[in-house]
Nanobody, 111 residues
Framework: QVQLVESGGGLVQPGGSLRLSCAAS????????MLWYRQAPGKQREWVAT???????YYAGSVKGRFTISRENAKNTVYLQMNSLKPEDTAVYYC?????WGRGTQVTVSS
């Protein structure tokens, strides 16, 4: 069965950094595009970033220049490096592809 398991969330001060990981299993990871979404309380889930099967990266305007998506196919893992974090980045972050969704990891940016 397909599984996507996020990790790496936590509490960080404004301006700080976190790296999220998504460990995938149950599908052919190296030919799958992978995406990150996030959802804040009372808000719709929004797209954050995509990395294609060959490594092309795309970002939402709200995170461009601060976040970097990457993948390590040998480990079936996709990452989201988040720098210069702002309070408005606070949300549950989800890993996604056509096979499904992860359960999310909480990121809280607060002083």
């Amino acid at each position: 069965q397909v599984q996507l398991v996020e990790s790496g969330g936590g509490l960080v001060q404004p301006g700080g950094s976190l790296r999220l990981s998504c460990a995938a299993s149950g599908f052919t990871f190296n030919i799958a595009d992978m995406l990150w979404y996030r959802q804040a309380p009372g808000k719709q889930r929004e797209w954050v970033a995509t990395i294609t099967k060959i490594g092309g990266a795309y970002y939402a305007g709200s995170v461009k220049g601060r976040f970097t998506i990457s993948r390590e196919n040998a480990k079936n893992t996709v990452y989201l490096q988040m720098n210069s974090l702002k309070p408005e980045d606070t949300a549950v972050y989800y890993c996604h592809n056509l096979s499904g969704w992860g359960r999310g990891t909480q990121v809280t940016v607060s002083s």
